[in-house]
């Protein structure tokens, strides 16, 4: 006969009871950007950004024109998202300007222009502005932009803005002669056609001259615009 078994010791170490399960966590839910705003990784660079946006912009315009530049084509040459240039720039004629005034740098100019007084104005405000057009770097865009106004708006108002009020408005009215925006603006046609016809047209023997030759003749003029009662 059989002797019944004994029954089992419990163990020492019992296991514990099994865990239930964890449900699956939700995925994390994306947020959309709005348009214009670019992701935060995309702002980290700061101002080394916009300036890589600007060279890249005025690379592009000076090639393509106004017309012919959209601001995807700048963002491609520039390495970023087109969303980063309306964040920095706006609307892509804010980026023409933008592009411009980085070959023109009126914030350092006007003070060098108007530091020493009035006598000798007409002088260095001739050898700025033909510095800038004989300068190879600067006067790319600065063709683009000549070009493109006599057949945009958009470009003209960029042209008027930086050369007349950034720039000659702000040497008038520093000079406080009566009249300083008609005064600006007989200077700058007397500019802006010297550079249609050297520098775009290229009417000879303007466009061959040598500049000290150009700034002897047109100084006179320019001193009698912005000084003279």
Request: hydrophobic residues 40%; negative net charge.
């Amino acid at each position: 006969m059989t002797e019944p078994s004994e029954p089992a010791e419990p163990s020492a170490h019992p296991e514990p009871p099994a865990e239930p399960s964890a449900e699956p966590s939700a995925a994390p839910v994306k947020r959309r950007r709005g348009p214009g705003r670019p992701r935060q990784d995309e702002t980290e660079d700061g101002p080394g950004t916009q300036e890589r946006i600007r060279l890249a912009a005025r690379e592009v315009f000076a090639e393509r024109g106004y017309d012919k530049t959209s601001v995807r084509g700048v963002a491609k040459v520039a390495g970023v998202d087109p969303a980063l240039v309306h964040h920095y720039f706006g609307s892509k004629d804010d980026l023409f300007a933008a592009a411009i005034e980085v070959s023109m740098e009126p914030a350092l100019v006007v003070p060098a222009i108007v530091g020493d007084g009035p006598e000798g104005i007409g002088e260095r405000l001739a050898r700025y502005f033909l510095g800038i057009w004989e300068n190879p770097v600067s006067r790319a865009p600065l063709l683009a932009v000549i070009r493109s106004a006599l057949t945009h708006e958009a470009a003209a108002k960029v042209l008027r803005g930086l050369i007349l009020r950034r720039v000659l408005e702000r040497v008038a009215a520093d000079l406080d002669v009566p009249d300083p925006t008609l005064r600006a603006e007989l200077a700058a046609s007397h500019m802006i056609g010297i550079a249609l016809l050297r520098y775009v047209v290229r009417v000879e023997p303007l466009a061959s001259a040598a500049p000290e030759t150009i700034v002897a003749l047109v100084a006179p003029t320019l001193q009698r615009y912005l000084t003279e009662e």
